[in-house]
């Protein structure tokens, strides 16, 4: 079977990755989001405006920003 790898990397035969990043995309995208919102708290945004920015509720921005 000839396995042409995903968007992260060409080959999963010599994928460096220990575990396989396509079948965890969305943690991935949920950390990627995560760290942005607390990029932007750092800058002084306000929760709504970080809501708005990242198309979140405030609740799940409140609570990216709390863990």
């Known amino acids: 079977m000839v ?29 990627a989001k995560r760290a942005e919102a607390r990029g932007m708290a750092r800058q002084r945004m306000s929760t709504l405006e970080i809501a708005e920015r990242l ?3 405030k609740r799940q921005v409140e609570r990216y920003l709390a863990t």
């Open 3 to 31: 396995d042409s790898g995903c968007e992260f990397y060409h080959d999963c035969e010599t994928c460096p990755f220990p575990d396989c990043i396509a079948d965890n995309i969305p943690s991935l995208l949920v950390a």
């Open 55 to 57: 198309k979140l509720s």
